[in-house]
């Protein structure tokens, strides 16, 4: 088979017809670009909604007792032996962070709300939201502060501010109510009401003493790389054997279940672009047969064999595609750029994005993974496009071509 | 014998044009030895371009048996088929039908391409035979640079670049003047007689009969003359 032939005929030939093949490549480029810049976008919503679910105090592996999650309260506690350090062989941890959570009431002197109310080593928190929170006043300085911190949107509703006081009552270990007075350390901002209406933060010994009991009821876990979730939540669950360790799929059903979603969208999105441009490649692909047909006719007339003349036809729709391919990709690599710079500013529409777990800017993330898939499967498209007018050419009786 | 390069024997050929079954061929037995010169000439519709295409293997007899070159066209299928016109024939067309993207060295080059003859050798080949026709100058650009004449020229530059046993012509001169259909046919005579190219042209002009040393006349499809151009 003369590729180098076959090759340098395609080549030529994508100069033939300059106005319509330009056209054609143009319609390819805007296409894969949209392609490179709705993914990057998809991409963007979906890691963001992950690393929400994942800093909401989930981290990407929680230890419980067991029965916590549908009755969250102290009595679903643990305890952890001290100084207690992970230990997960071959998994590099981002941190981890051990942590009271228990419902409870809080009241300023106007009015009342119900929290979660949420003891913290603060030098533990980066794992979570609170690391990169606007802070009004001050964080706490240590786990044994009596103070607290509340979200920005709670101090407004309670209609108090920060050096306030505010009264706290949740249920101790006993099963009886614990009532204590706290001042507000400071006040967050977080990305997104729901978190600053119910999350109320106290140091975790400060909050072990009003319930009187030296215990926690999660631990979590973030890791470094994804690909160590599930070695570490092994892990845990081997050492822990009496405690339930779940992911943060298993935490948050919903963004994992929206996350799996995302991976379909960019598909049937890449699909409806591409099936779209597909006929357009193939009617091109067909009216240049149709062009040549005494062409093609010559070259079967002289000895061009039927299977060269198909090899022809896909490497002529191949390097269209190629062409097309690298220069969409490189168009809507650069609008990524451009958009990454700011990202996109959806506070516009702050309460549909809360409710979708995602932040109020979005930011587009471009994966290597998916401009390789998205430029291989559509130079395979290329190829399904040329089948069809490669085979309307081998028809081509060279006879009937060359009395034309 | 040896040196009978084609033998059609009793082959018939009939076409339906426009469900109207039209006789091209009707049992003609035919044979081209090795080294002649021969125009097929007759009317339109007398049958010899079909007998020319049945020869160079784009168009099956409905009977009867073709051989070229020692091997029967019958038994044949596409491939095959195209191997053969590959390596055995060389084709000019009445329309030069050069591929435009390429220049006229790469024009001619590109049959030996099919052939896998290595670049050097190509190179070397094709500089020959641009040389031989007087085109040598003109290597290097398009077909739609160059004059009717010239694109001729090119086009039996690629057809006898391959050195084929058989050089099939099909009405060459149709689209040239009569001065250049005259260059031309002195360089298909140089072919023939120097270098022995056996050549069976289609033609209905009096120029191209006149050059040609046998003259085969066609009618209704059955061959009416078979004769020695004395003259040529």
């Known amino acids: 088979m003369p590729f180098k032939l076959l090759l340098q005929l395609g080549w030529r030939n994508l100069f033939r017809h300059k106005r319509r093949n330009f056209m054609l490549l143009l319609a390819i480029c805007v296409a894969v670009a949209g392609v490179v810049v709705m993914n990057s976008l998809i991409r963007g919503f979906q890691f963001d909604m992950q690393e929400a679910a994942v800093a909401n105090l989930t981290g990407h592996v929680k230890m419980l007792a067991p029965g916590y999650l549908d009755d969250p309260n102290i009595e679903k506690s643990f305890t952890l032996v001290k100084d207690w350090q992970p230990h997960l062989p071959g998994v590099e941890l981002e941190g981890w962070?051990?942590?009271?959570?228990i419902p409870a009431v809080i009241m300023s002197e106007r009015e009342t709300r119900g929290i979660q109310l949420v003891g913290i080593d603060p030098a533990r928190e980066n794992i979570s939201f609170l690391d990169k929170v606007e802070l009004a006043g001050d964080m706490l300085s240590d786990a044994d502060d009596r103070r607290v911190v509340i979200g920005k949107e709670l101090a407004r509703q309670l209609e108090t501010e920060v050096g306030r006081r505010l009264v706290i009552i949740t249920q101790g270990i006993d099963g009886r109510n614990r009532e204590a007075?706290?001042?507000?350390?400071?006040?967050?901002?977080?990305?997104?009401k729901g978190l600053e209406k119910l999350f109320v933060f106290t140091g975790v010994t400060a909050l072990q003493n009003l319930v009187d009991a030296e215990v926690i009821t999660e631990v979590s876990i973030k890791v470094v790389s994804q690909l160590d979730e599930?070695?570490?939540?092994?892990?845990l669950a081997d050492s822990f054997l009496d405690l339930d360790v779940l992911s943060w799929q298993q935490l948050e059903p919903q963004a994992a279940a929206m996350f799996v979603f995302a991976d379909s969208a960019i598909f049937i999105w890449f699909l409806v672009m591409m099936g779209a441009l597909i006929f357009g490649l193939m009617n091109t692909l067909i009216t240049a047969v149709m062009e040549r047909i005494k062409e093609f006719g010559m070259l079967r007339a002289v000895g061009m064999r039927p299977r060269a003349v198909v090899v022809q036809v896909v490497v002529e729709s191949t390097l269209i595609m190629l062409v097309g391919v690298v220069s969409g990709t490189l168009i809507g690599w650069l609008l990524v750029l451009w958009l990454s710079d700011g990202g996109i500013d959806l506070s516009a529409y702050a309460q549909g994005v809360e409710l979708a777990g995602m932040r109020s800017v979005l930011m587009p993330r471009l994966l290597v993974e998916d401009l390789l898939l998205v430029s291989s499967l559509s130079l395979v498209f290329g190829i399904l496009a040329a089948l069809y007018p490669a085979r309307r050419a081998v028809k081509i009786n060279p006879l009937e071509a060359l009395r034309r | 014998m040896s040196d009978v390069v084609v033998r059609c024997s009793g082959i018939s050929r009939t076409y339906q044009e426009e469900s109207v079954p039209v006789q091209a061929l009707q049992d003609v037995d035919f044979e081209v030895c090795k080294g002649e010169f021969i125009s097929l000439a007759g009317p339109s519709g007398s049958g010899k371009s079909t007998l020319l295409n049945i020869i160079g293997g784009l168009d099956r007899p409905d009977?009867?048996?073709v051989e070229v070159a020692g091997v029967k066209l019958n038994d044949l299928n596409e491939s095959e088929l195209s191997d053969l016109r590959l390596q055995k024939m060389g084709f000019v067309f009445q329309a030069y039908n050069l591929i435009p993207v390429l220049?006229?060295?790469?024009?001619?080059?590109?049959?030996?391409?099919?052939?896998?003859?290595?670049?050097?050798?190509?190179?070397?080949?094709?500089?020959?035979v641009l040389e031989q026709l007087g085109v040598e100058g003109m290597a290097d650009r398009?077909?739609?640079e160059l004059s009717g004449g010239q694109q001729q020229r090119v086009a039996v530059a690629r057809a006898i670049v391959t050195r084929p046993v058989l050089l099939l012509a099909d009405e060459p001169s149709a689209n040239l003047d009569s001065a250049t259909t005259r260059e031309l046919l002195e360089m298909l005579r140089t072919l023939n007689e120097t270098h022995g190219v056996t050549i069976v042209a289609a033609t209905h002009d009096p120029i191209v009969m006149s050059y040609a040393r046998r003259q085969v006349n066609l009618r209704d499809g059955r061959i009416v003359e078979d004769k020695q151009n004395e003259a040529a």
């Open chain 1, 97 to 101: 962070a051990p942590r009271i959570r």
């Open chain 1, 181 to 192: 007075g706290f001042r507000i350390a400071g006040t967050f901002d977080a990305d997104g």
């Open chain 1, 230 to 235: 599930s070695l570490a939540q092994q892990g």
């Open chain 2, 142 to 144: 398009r077909p739609g």
């Open chain 2, 63 to 65: 009977k009867g048996d």
């Open chain 2, 103 to 128: 220049s006229a060295r790469e024009n001619v080059e590109f049959i030996m391409q099919l052939q896998g003859v290595s670049p050097a050798e190509r190179a070397s080949r094709a500089t020959a």
